[in-house]
């Protein structure tokens, strides 16, 4: 088998210990520094929206880093694997927005998308990853987000499987209390699986354990496979707004804006499925009756109305079954869609441009 086309990194194929993924050192695993290990995009290799390149977020100025995390905490090495590939993907896609989204007209937001701000966008690369060490990409993941955040930047990660959003989620332990809403077919609230607790199907339960997150909000929940009863009782126990598609589509997204805890600032967690597969067809788990792009670019708008946006991420696209790019390039315009309304409530750039 070639490992490396299969998405493992330096021909090695990665380990599946029980104790790496609970985020303890392996033997032989040396807790080394891994506040700015980065891998940038390569020379020749588009950057997300042609953007400059970062290396050493030591030097990060910018209001919005773009971050690339292939690797979270894997059971299904098939998939995370493909998955991995994603930020990738994503990149290449944004280059068909490249100049126009700058330059032209936008009629959703009635003029200049970034309301004639000057948004320092920059593209940080990937989170380096070693294959097989799920503990220290975990830890790598949580420091370069502190770094991020330490320079006053917002973090837009882009995935990797659903696990990701634990060890970002942790990176916000020193920041002031946030609420955290997500976009999601599934409730992710199991404890664990396969003897993993910080796999896909867990995020939101370690979220709800984390002290700094002050309430959640669930929203394009659907179908069979969300969840068992005791996960679903779980979730309702802590107080999480459980809101599902067909409430979206029946109450409108106002309706939900509503049901959505009151705080200063949010964290946005976008899985891929949570949009009907008609829209985003390249997910692992396909659900009929998901939110459309009308609805989620609603949801990131209305959440930047209520409050400031600390964070982002986009997780579970797989690209090699992605039908005319249309997912990624979907996962694009709704992270240009996000900056544009923060930087339309005046989140994020100077003033405007004169």
């Known amino acids: 088998m070639n490992l490396i086309n299969q998405g493992f990194p330096h021909g090695a194929a990665p380990g599946k210990s029980r104790g790496d993924v609970q985020g303890q050192i392996m033997p032989g695993e040396k807790r080394a520094a891994v506040s700015t290990r980065l891998t940038p995009v390569p020379a020749g ?20 880093a773009v971050i690339g995390v292939p690797f979270g905490v894997p059971y299904d090495l098939s998939i995370s694997a493909r998955q991995s590939l994603t930020p990738a993907a994503v990149r290449a896609q944004s280059m068909a927005y490249v100049p126009w989204y700058a330059t032209h007209y936008d009629f959703e937001f009635g003029g200049d998308l970034f309301a004639g701000r000057s948004v320092r966008i920059v593209d940080c690369g990937d989170v380096a990853m070693v294959p097989g060490r799920w503990g220290e990409n975990s830890r790598a993941t949580t420091e370069a987000i502190k770094e991020i955040l330490g320079r006053g930047t917002v973090p837009f990660v882009i995935g990797g499987d659903d696990s990701i959003p634990i060890p970002v989620l942790r990176a916000y332990g020193e920041q002031k209390p946030m609420c955290l809403v997500q976009i999601d077919a599934h409730i992710d609230w199991r404890d664990e699986r396969e003897g993993i607790r910080e796999g896909l199907s867990s995020p939101m339960r370690r979220a709800s354990e984390m002290p700094w997150i002050r309430g959640m909000a669930q929203i394009g929940i659907r179908g069979f496979g969300s969840a068992r009863r005791p996960e679903f009782d779980d979730a309702r126990t802590y107080g999480s707004a ?57 949801l990131l708008r209305g959440v930047a109305a209520r409050g400031r946006v600390v964070g982002f991420d986009v997780v579970e696209i797989v690209p090699d079954i992605d039908a005319q790019y249309m997912t990624c390039r979907l996962a694009v315009r709704l992270i240009l869609n996000l900056v544009g309304a923060l930087a339309h409530t005046g989140q994020l750039g100077g003033l405007p441009r004169q």
Do not use: K, M, N, W
Request: glycine residues 10%.
């Open 242 to 298: 459980l809101i599902g598609a067909a409430e979206v589509h029946g109450a409108g997204v106002e309706a939900a804006l509503r049901r959505i805890p009151a705080a200063d600032r949010y964290y946005i967690t976008l899985d891929a499925d949570g949009l009907d597969p008609s829209i985003a067809p390249a997910v692992a788990s396909p659900a009929f009756g998901g939110l459309t792009y009308d609805e989620v670019t609603g």
């Open 45 to 64: 290799r588009p950057t997300f929206l042609d953007v400059a390149r970062c290396a050493d977020l030591r030097t990060l100025e910018a209001d919005v």
